[in-house]
C-alpha cells in the first residue's frame, strides 16, 4: 500500500497490525513526523503523558542484537528453523517506537495517563497506515525486565508500555471478525 489520503473512517476500519515486515527501513524523519501529529492525542490535564525512544537507520542493528538477547532464553527449546522464524520479527521491522509512560502515584492520573498514552499510539499507528507504513503494538514479556529498561535509560516512575513495531509490508492480513454494537450495547434503563 502506497501513501493515500484516507477518510478517518476508512483508516479505522483498514488498518491491520502487521506481523510481517518486509525489510524496507522507516526513515527516521518520517517517523518523527508521524509523531509530531500523533501529539495531538486527548490527554488530561494536557499533561503529554508520554515519551519515546525510537530506533531507525543505524541504530536498527543494535536494537535487534538487544532485543535477541532478551528474547533468547524464551526461545531454548525451538528448533532451528524455528528461531530463524522468531528472529525475523526483530529483523524485518524497519523502525521500532518505545512508548513509556509515567507511572502516576495517584490511581485516576495513572489511568488517564495510560489511556491518553494509547490513544497517542493509535493515531501513530492510524498516521503511519496513511503512508503505507505497518505498525504493531507488542507488549512482550521483558518491556519490565531491568536490562530492557536500563538500555533504554528507563528512569524509576516510568513505564515501557509498548514496542511499537513499524514497517513496510507485502500483504495486508484479514482482520478477525469483530462484535457488532447490538451484541454489545444496551439502552440505558434496560
Ligand atoms: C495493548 C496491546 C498489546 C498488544 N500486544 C501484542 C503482542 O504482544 N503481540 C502481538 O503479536 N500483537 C499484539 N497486539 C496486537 C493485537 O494482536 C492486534 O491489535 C489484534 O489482533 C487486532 O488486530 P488488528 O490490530 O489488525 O485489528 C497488541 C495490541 C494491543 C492494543
Known amino acids: 500500500m502506497s501513501e493515500q489520503i484516507l477518510s478517518v473512517r476508512e483508516a479505522i476500519i483498514n488498518r491491520r497490525s502487521i506481523k510481517k515486515f518486509n525489510g524496507k527501513p522507516v526513515n527516521r524523519e518520517e517517523l518523527m513526523s508521524i509523531i509530531d501529529d500523533a501529539i495531538w492525542a486527548p490527554n488530561h490535564g494536557n499533561r503529554e503523558p508520554w515519551r519515546l525512544v ?23 527449546d525451538l528448533s532451528s528453523e524455528d528461531l530463524v522464524k522468531q528472529m525475523t520479527k526483530f529483523t524485518l521491522p524497519g523502525g521500532f517506537a518505545f512508548v513509556i509512560v ?30 503505507g507504513i505497518g505498525s504493531c503494538w507488542k ?48 439502552n440505558f434503563g434496560e
Open 54 to 76: 525510537i530506533a531507525c537507520d543505524e541504530d536498527l542493528v543494535a536494537v535487534q542484537h538487544l532485543l535477541r538477547d532478551l528474547a533468547i532464553p524464551k526461545w531454548q
Open 102 to 131: 509515567p507511572e502516576d502515584a495517584r490511581q485516576k492520573e495513572r489511568l488517564e495517563d495510560y489511556a491518553a498514552a494509547s490513544i497517542f499510539i493509535q493515531n501513530i499507528q492510524l498516521l503511519a497506515w496513511e503512508k
Open 139 to 186: 507488549t512482550p514479556g521483558f518491556l519490565d525486565n531491568p536490562k530492557f529498561r536500563e538500555a533504554l535509560k528507563v528512569q524509576p516512575g516510568e513505564r515501557v508500555i509498548a514496542m511499537l513495531q513499524v514497517g513496510y509490508f507485502d500483504e495486508v492480513p484479514k482482520g478477525k471478525e469483530r462484535k457488532k454494537s447490538a451484541q454489545f450495547v444496551t
